[in-house]
């Protein structure tokens, strides 16, 4: 036993060292590949919309002033989105401002931003590993097999490539987080402390990862009905949870905000059934001296509570985050957005992003499969917690692309643990060539066997099986240059004005010019989508004019990069069909060069008017 404890501290130690080495691998990486882009513009609309955010909050607006007044004028939009995380990348900011000035500041904050979370969620994922691994000679070649996989697994980071300040990769490391505490084992309250909190945080944040904390929720409660020594641990957990939630909703919603219920965010409704919750978790850990079935009955009572509580302030939310966006909005926008596309569709569109989602849930189902061979394993609560971790994120990842950097996180502490296992074979005190380990680490990272199979599959098949999509669909790589900031110059150097384009472009207008857009990818915009979906596809020489100047619209904006996108409005004689074949109506002028990649065009006054038409901006 003396020399089991030593060993587990000597792989402690070398933890934070691992994460280290691989979080400078993978951020040098990164860094060198991409940094140019940065400077070029934004990675997609939700960092656009993010940086707009952050930018009225340095300039001035009211830490609960969360109104974009500059999206679907004269509304604008509250946006549902986190105070706390712009608060963040403000302070970021206005640090590197002090040493660099307020012009590369901004960048630098894109730049490092999301690289400076790589670390923390590494050391995150090798904690699980080890929790997982068990033995500390297992655990020594777990961890080094893991850290082989994030060094090779890029689509572990997806959400933290140099430009994204947008909520996804906060997200996903407040969750790995939680995961890791809740995975912690021992008497300290260190890990349930941090799981706590971290949920609380992460709720505030955005609540796409609120299912898997509910089944962490669930994990620590199961624990404490199993073995009553849990109710420590369990306790502090609670308390945890319930100083985050509380804190974060008081801070960052508006105090006129706090009785107004939202299913998309941290509203009194999810803020008031976590606080039962994660007081009733922190009452009913008094238990512990009471037999199991008391226990159970404690744990009933307070997810009764929790529930009622939830569906008594906002019952429509049974329905999930959705549930209150206008169902005229789906079949126009939310069904066509990409990361909303489920695997079946997404291998018919992007094979070789849908088989690495694939071969991620089918290898590391099977690792946590070979894991459980292990007696001592499957006795671990890490275990069926990676399990129901790991079973949520490939369910998810089924259902939306969006989900998949869940699905790859998961699969990494099976995945490790497998290969520990399998390299120490039946003699699990011998020493492993370290050679060895990174080797097989490597060759059952997903995205390595994904892209092996991906090579084999253009070796076998045939060049004629795949016949070549029609030219006029193609568009070739590098074309799309409709997001670059120097797209958005000739429209930045006009007087002001409410834009009209499709709504992917609409938080690049705002982020690149001081005019206003009337619509945006975001669901609490139905106004903007509604009006400015039917005014691109009414008929251009028709009723397009009334519709565009009725919105007091003076500029429309034509991406035909964008014209083969399957969500594009393609009726005949519709506004949208005539620009993107280059023949737009008379009561437009274009003010770009044809060969511009962003086509600016300026609607004519009104001849039914005694002067211009009033535009919004003027």
Same mark, same amino acid.
């Given at each position: ?31 060198? #590949? ?32 969360? #109104? ?68 500390? +000679? ?10 082989? $996989? ?77 073995? @009553? ?27 006129? #905000? ?25 009452? @009913? ?40 966006? /206008? ?22 569109? /992007? ?59 998961? @699969? ?23 050679? #060895? ?101 009414? +008929? ?30 393609? @009726? ?44 919004? $901006?003027?």
């Amino acid at each position: 036993m003396p020399q089991s404890r030593l060993t587990d501290a000597r792989s402690t130690t070398r933890l934070l060292p691992t994460a280290l080495v691989v979080w400078v691998l993978v951020a040098g990486y990164l860094l060198l #590949r991409e940094h140019l882009s940065v400077d070029r513009g934004f990675g997609d609309s939700d960092d656009a919309t993010r940086m707009t955010m952050v930018r009225d909050l340095l300039h001035g607006r009211g830490w609960y002033d969360q #109104r974009l007044t500059r999206f679907q004028p004269p509304y604008g939009v509250y946006m549902h989105w986190s105070r706390l995380l712009d608060g963040a990348l403000a302070m970021v900011e206005r640090t590197f401002a002090l040493g660099f000035g307020e012009a590369r500041a901004e960048l630098l904050t894109r730049l490092l931003w999301p690289l400076a979370l790589i670390g923390p969620a590494v050391a995150a994922g090798l904690c699980i590993t080890r929790r997982l691994a068990g033995d500390p +000679p297992i655990q020594r070649v777990a961890m080094l097999a893991a850290a082989a $996989g994030c060094v090779a697994s890029l689509p572990l980071y997806a959400q933290f490539h140099p430009g994204r300040i947008d909520h996804h990769n906060v997200q996903l490391l407040l969750w790995l987080t939680a995961y890791a505490g809740a995975a912690s084992r021992g008497p300290g309250i260190g890990g349930a402390v941090a799981a706590g909190a971290a949920m609380g945080v992460g709720l505030a944040i955005g609540l796409e990862a609120l299912p898997f904390y509910a089944v962490i929720g669930g994990f620590m409660a199961s624990r404490f009905i199993l073995r @009553a020594e849990e109710a420590t641990r369990l306790g502090a957990f609670g308390l945890a949870l319930f100083g985050s939630t509380a804190a974060a909703f008081l801070v960052q919603t508006p105090p006129a #905000r706090w009785g107004a219920p939202a299913c998309d965010a941290l509203a009194i409704n999810l803020a008031a059934a976590v606080c039962v919750a994660s007081a009733g978790l922190a009452a @009913a850990s008094a238990t512990h001296g009471m037999r199991l079935t008391a226990r159970l009955g404690a744990m009933g009572i307070v997810a009764l509570l929790a529930a009622l509580t939830y569906v008594g302030l906002d019952p429509q939310c049974l329905h999930g985050p959705f549930a209150e966006v /206008d169902g005229r909005i789906r079949p126009i926008w939310l069904s066509g957005v990409q990361e909303m596309t489920p695997l079946p569709v997404l291998l018919q569109k /992007d094979l070789p992003t849908g088989l690495t989602v694939a071969v991620a849930m089918v290898a590391s189902a099977l690792a946590w499969a070979a894991v459980g061979l292990s007696a001592a394993r499957r006795r671990s609560p890490t275990f069926w917690l990676a399990g129901l971790m790991l079973g949520l994120a490939i369910a998810s990842s089924w259902a939306m692309l969006r989900m998949s950097s869940y699905l790859f996180w998961s @699969a990494l502490a099976p995945i490790a643990t497998a290969t520990a296992m399998l390299v120490m074979g039946r003699s699990p005190g011998r020493q492993a060539d370290p050679v #060895r380990v990174v080797a097989v680490g490597l060759a059952l990272t997903p995205a390595v066997l994904a892209s092996l199979m991906l090579f084999c599959l253009r070796i076998w098949t045939p060049a004629h099986a795949s016949p070549a999509a029609p030219a006029s669909t193609l568009v070739q790589p590098g074309a799309d240059r409709c997001f670059e900031a120097g797209s958005y110059d000739q429209l930045a150097r006009l007087a002001p004005g409410t834009v009209l384009a499709e709504p992917d472009l609409g938080p690049f207008v705002v982020a690149h010019t001081s005019s206003s857009a009337v619509s945006a990818p975001y669901h609490r915009m139905a106004f903007g989508l509604l009006a400015g979906h039917a005014a691109l596809a009414a +008929p251009a020489s028709g009723g397009a004019a009334a519709m565009t100047r009725a919105l007091h619209v003076r500029y429309v904006l034509e991406c035909r990069a964008h014209a083969a996108a399957g969500d594009r409005i393609r @009726a005949a004689g519709s506004l949208q069909a005539a620009l993107d074949a280059g023949r737009p109506p008379d009561w437009l002028e274009r003010l770009s060069p044809s060969a511009a990649p962003l086509q600016v065009y300026r609607v004519r006054p009104s001849l039914t008017t005694s002067g211009p038409s009033r535009q919004i $901006g003027e």
